[in-house]
């Protein structure tokens, strides 16, 4: 299976297996996109891509994608892996190239997004890309799947402090921009010392580009790990960047758009409402200014954008695997056994960890290691450990540890006050929350409650029938 390195060879391999819808009749921007973009996420977690061909008020030229990995099938084309490949097989398989990362990036030259350049007094943002609003109660257009590109200003040589990240970006007014900068995340870090040194920080905005590289960004690694250089180890081969000297910044080669500018210093300003992956709006926060400088872009460039609403939606399914690869690393470095972790509902909220416990009491811990990681302090506030022979990612195995594991008198553990997510519309203040941990394991030595036998095991050679039953239904 080809693994595709740029946006465009994504659509065609997702073209190739049937996992693209070309919608060529007539459509409004609002709300057709981000109705039939729903409307896919509400069919099936097996549905295609959309690429919009013909949208009301633009050229023929114009084109806008959406969904491009919501589904499990695009999941594993994305990796270069069949697309009948199981959640848990993507994981093991993605966990094997992550802990080959760094894997390091290779400078390029001409870029394609060279061959459209627009700077200077007559630059219009809403006349190079087709903006529109995601959910009807947005405070205005948003690009919400650009890959944003900062660097540390006080150690500028130093390619692992050159954060990727993705944030929502609103779209004020013909070369102004507003981005949410949260604190605790590497670009706000960057704004941060930026602002002590008296400086803009330089930005750019990258659309349309592969999707591993949207998948290393939203990762949770550590402030001086390059996420170009995880991308790598996806892909399993150097990732390609374009040096540009403008702004000083490493930019996707492939990408469609990019945008480039500066955040100014001490300048805030309003920024939302948008509606958020938790499924309810955020208010208005006075958030960064970035003025733009420059827009570059492909012939003929596809505009990406995510519909971000109630779970699921793409950004679940953007976040599914990379969070809990960081997570795995995290937690190997101090406890042997951990199989696999799923920290796929709502961007890590409830995160589902598979180990095999070396003793009685040890899940907790390992529960408890989780909620002080970097993603754990910042997001996670549920923490769910089974059995190595529960797969994290099966809801019927969780389902059925949950059930027949817990007591709550020996099982579940509440923490009050803990740091959260302001974002999360349950914490009390804002950022702050309860966590809940649910030890949802048998019991072993020296923990002496239940009454636990010898658990059912499946015949050796199920997982051969799951392909073959999988490829006759195909056939079907």
């Given at each position: 299976?080809?693994?595709?390195t740029?946006?465009r060879?994504?659509?065609?391999?997702?073209?190739?297996?049937?996992q693209?819808l070309d919608?060529?009749?007539?459509v409004?921007?609002?709300?057709?996109?981000?109705?039939?973009?729903?409307?896919?996420?509400?069919?099936?977690?097996?549905?295609?891509?959309?690429?919009?061909?013909?949208?009301?008020?633009?050229?023929d030229?114009?084109k806008?994608?959406?969904?491009?990995?919501?589904s499990?099938?695009?999941m594993?084309l994305?990796f270069?892996?069949?697309?009948?490949?199981?959640?848990?097989?993507?994981?093991?398989?993605?966990?094997r190239?992550?802990r080959?990362?760094?894997?390091?990036?290779?400078?390029?030259?001409?870029?394609?997004?060279l061959?459209?350049?627009?700077?200077?007094?007559?630059?219009?943002?809403?006349?190079?890309?087709?903006?529109?609003?995601?959910?009807?109660?947005?405070?205005?257009?948003?690009?919400?799947?650009?890959?944003?590109?900062?660097?540390?200003?006080?150690?500028p040589?130093?390619?692992?402090?050159?954060?990727?990240?993705?944030m929502?970006?609103?779209l004020?007014n013909?070369?102004?921009?507003?981005?949410?900068?949260?604190p605790?995340?590497?670009?706000?870090?960057?704004?941060?010392?930026?602002?002590?040194?008296?400086?803009?920080l330089?930005?750019?905005?990258?659309?349309?580009v592969?999707?591993?590289?949207?998948?290393a960004?939203?990762?949770?690694?550590?402030?001086?790990?390059?996420?170009?250089?995880?991308?790598?180890?996806?892909?399993q081969?150097?990732?390609?960047?374009?040096?540009?000297?403008?702004s000083?910044?490493?930019?996707?080669?492939?990408?469609?758009?990019?945008?480039e500018?500066?955040?100014?210093?001490?300048?805030?300003?309003?920024?939302?409402?948008?509606?958020?992956?938790?499924g309810?709006?955020s208010?208005?926060?006075?958030?960064?200014?970035?003025?733009?400088?420059r827009?570059?872009h492909?012939?003929?460039?596809?505009?990406?954008?995510?519909?971000l609403?109630?779970?699921?939606?793409?950004?679940?399914?953007?976040?599914?695997?990379?969070v809990?690869?960081?997570?795995?690393?995290e937690?190997?470095?101090?406890?042997?056994?951990?199989?696999?972790?799923?920290s796929?509902?709502?961007?890590?909220?409830?995160?589902i960890i598979s180990?095999?416990?070396?003793?009685?009491?040890?899940?907790?811990?390992?529960?408890?290691?989780?909620?002080?990681?970097?993603?754990?302090?910042?997001?996670?506030?549920?923490?769910?450990?089974?059995?190595?022979?529960?797969?994290?990612?099966?809801n019927?195995?969780?389902?059925?540890a949950?059930?027949?594991?817990?007591?709550?008198?020996?099982?579940?553990?509440?923490?009050?006050?803990?740091?959260?997510?302001?974002?999360?519309?349950?914490?009390?203040?804002?950022?702050i929350?309860?966590k809940?941990?649910?030890?949802a394991?048998?019991?072993?030595?020296?923990?002496?409650?239940?009454r636990?036998?010898?658990?059912?095991l499946?015949?050796?050679?199920t997982?051969?029938?799951?392909k073959r039953?999988?490829?006759?239904?195909d056939?079907?």
């Amino acid at each position: 299976m080809k693994q595709p390195t740029t946006f465009r060879e994504f659509l065609d391999v997702l073209r190739e297996n049937n996992q693209l819808l070309d919608i060529r009749e007539p459509v409004n921007m609002e709300p057709d996109l981000a109705a039939a973009a729903q409307a896919g996420f509400n069919l099936s977690d097996k549905s295609p891509a959309l690429l919009f061909h013909n949208l009301n008020g633009y050229t023929d030229t114009t084109k806008v994608a959406l969904n491009m990995v919501s589904s499990w099938p695009n999941m594993a084309l994305s990796f270069g892996m069949d697309k009948n490949s199981s959640q848990l097989d993507m994981y093991l398989e993605l966990l094997r190239r992550w802990r080959k990362a760094p894997v390091k990036c290779v400078q390029a030259d001409d870029p394609p997004f060279l061959e459209c350049v627009h700077e200077g007094k007559d630059l219009n943002i809403f006349e190079i890309i087709p903006a529109f609003r995601l959910n009807m109660c947005d405070g205005g257009p948003f690009i919400s799947k650009g890959c944003i590109v900062t660097r540390d200003l006080s150690d500028p040589e130093n390619v692992g402090k050159q954060n990727v990240t993705v944030m929502r970006v609103q779209l004020k007014n013909k070369d102004t921009l507003g981005i949410q900068m949260v604190p605790g995340h590497d670009g706000a870090s960057h704004l941060r010392v930026a602002e002590e040194m008296g400086k803009n920080l330089p930005i750019a905005i990258a659309v349309g580009v592969d999707p591993v590289l949207v998948q290393a960004a939203t990762a949770p690694l550590p402030y001086d790990k390059s996420e170009y250089e995880y991308a790598g180890a996806i892909l399993q081969q150097p990732y390609k960047v374009y040096h540009s000297k403008q702004s000083g910044l490493d930019l996707p080669w492939g990408a469609e758009y990019i945008i480039e500018g500066e955040v100014l210093a001490g300048v805030r300003e309003p920024e939302g409402p948008f509606g958020e992956f938790t499924g309810y709006y955020s208010g208005v926060s006075r958030m960064a200014t970035i003025k733009i400088k420059r827009v570059m872009h492909r012939k003929n460039a596809i505009f990406e954008n995510l519909l971000l609403a109630r779970p699921w939606n793409e950004e679940d399914w953007i976040m599914a695997f990379t969070v809990g690869l960081v997570f795995q690393q995290e937690l190997e470095s101090n406890f042997s056994g951990i199989r696999a972790v799923n920290s796929m509902h709502a961007a890590g909220m409830t995160v589902i960890i598979s180990c095999k416990p070396s003793r009685g009491g040890i899940a907790k811990a390992i529960a408890m290691r989780a909620l002080t990681a970097p993603h754990g302090q910042v997001v996670t506030k549920n923490v769910i450990v089974v059995n190595e022979d529960v797969d994290p990612f099966n809801n019927n195995d969780v389902w059925w540890a949950l059930s027949i594991n817990v007591n709550s008198k020996n099982d579940v553990v509440i923490i009050p006050n803990l740091s959260g997510m302001p974002l999360d519309p349950s914490s009390d203040p804002p950022g702050i929350t309860h966590k809940m941990i649910i030890d949802a394991t048998r019991p072993m030595p020296p923990e002496t409650h239940g009454r636990y036998g010898r658990p059912i095991l499946f015949p050796d050679t199920t997982s051969d029938w799951e392909k073959r039953l999988a490829a006759m239904i195909d056939r079907l």
